[in-house]
């Protein structure tokens, strides 16, 4: 059962609690979901959310209550979020911030620098067992995602979220980068995703392949758009292309399409001018 009252640590598994952060709406959901896992003889926290002192005060809480004081803050990415809270939780406990480097587009947490960056394949001894990182650019360039093995717990942040598709934002989100990130997930033995927001997700590879197969299908609907109107722009297309997604989540969609657009330019299926879209030739 997904408990959807912030504030109050729910135990996911041997080690490891889900904590809400006090920011749910519409690109939130119902809000981050910060995660505490046992770390030697303390905790890892891996996103712990927006900049909201109530928030750092209920992770410390809740750290307190488990008599196991912060050792390391862990983040997927930097949007504000996941991880500003880093910042206010490292000056109350000393605990060193982990993650991906920083990258510059407008919408990250602009004090993010890591004191140990970290990369695809590292690997972080928890004493009972190991978090592995998987780096899936796609979301956002610096997206890693870390698999805890002893479970098969993927901790996703937004590269997969419970609810609905995330929404993919040039120039640092790539449509193509987050499908070769989706496909990356498949071999790994993983049981339960747990993500940056919504419940857990309990039949993962399902998760992947539908994830992968509705950015498909969305893709074609982008091709038989512009196959239908040559010479458009993007916010011409949105009304078409999204025509099953309210009128209102029409500007936010658009990023995602503006993703697909750059994607088929880059496979060569489309050229842009004036920032308007027309299928090649060929394609
Ligand atoms: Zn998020």
């Known amino acids: 059962m997904f408990a959807l009252t912030p504030g109050q640590p729910v135990q996911i598994a041997e080690g490891?609690?889900?904590?809400l952060a006090l920011n749910p709406g519409m690109?939130?959901?119902?809000?981050t979901n910060t995660y505490l896992i046992r770390y030697?003889?303390?905790?890892?926290?891996?996103?712990?959310?927006?900049?909201?002192?109530?928030h750092v005060i209920n992770i410390e809480v809740a750290a307190q209550q488990l008599s196991l004081p912060v050792k390391k803050i862990l983040v997927t990415h930097t949007h504000r979020?996941?991880?500003?809270?880093?910042?206010?939780?490292?000056?109350?406990?000393g605990a060193p911030l982990c993650g991906p480097g920083t990258i510059d587009d407008n919408l990250q947490d602009e004090r993010w620098h890591p004191h140990e960056q970290l990369a695809d394949g590292?690997?972080?001894?928890?004493?009972?067992?190991?978090?592995?990182v998987i780096s899936t650019p796609g979301h956002v360039g610096n997206h890693l995602c870390y698999l805890l093995e002893s479970e098969g717990m993927l901790f996703s942040g937004d590269h997969l979220i419970n609810g609905s598709t995330v929404v993919i934002a040039p120039p640092s989100g790539s449509m193509s980068a987050y499908l070769k990130s989706l496909e990356k997930l498949l071999p790994f033995d993983i049981h339960v995703i747990a993500p940056g927001h919504g419940d857990l997700i309990h039949q993962p590879k399902q998760a992947v392949e539908q994830t992968i197969s509705h950015r498909l299908k969305r893709e074609h609907k982008v091709r038989t758009a512009l196959s239908?109107?040559?010479?458009?722009s993007a916010s011409e297309l949105v009304k078409v292309v999204y025509?099953?997604?309210?009128a209102f989540l029409h500007p936010i969609a658009e990023f995602s399409l503006l993703a697909h657009l750059i994607k088929l330019c880059e496979d060569g299926v489309a050229?842009?001018?004036?920032?308007?879209y027309t299928l090649t030739e060929s394609a």
């Open 16 to 19: 490891v609690w889900r904590l």
């Open 27 to 31: 690109m939130s959901g119902p809000g």
């Open 40 to 54: 030697l003889d303390g905790l890892i926290v891996l996103d712990p959310g927006p900049e909201d002192p109530r």
């Open 81 to 93: 979020d996941h991880s500003p809270a880093a910042h206010a939780l490292h000056a109350q406990t």
């Open 122 to 132: 590292d690997k972080i001894e928890l004493g009972h067992s190991t978090l592995t």
């Open 228 to 232: 239908e109107r040559p010479n458009s």
């Open 243 to 246: 025509d099953d997604t309210p």
């Open 271 to 276: 050229v842009v001018e004036n920032s308007r």
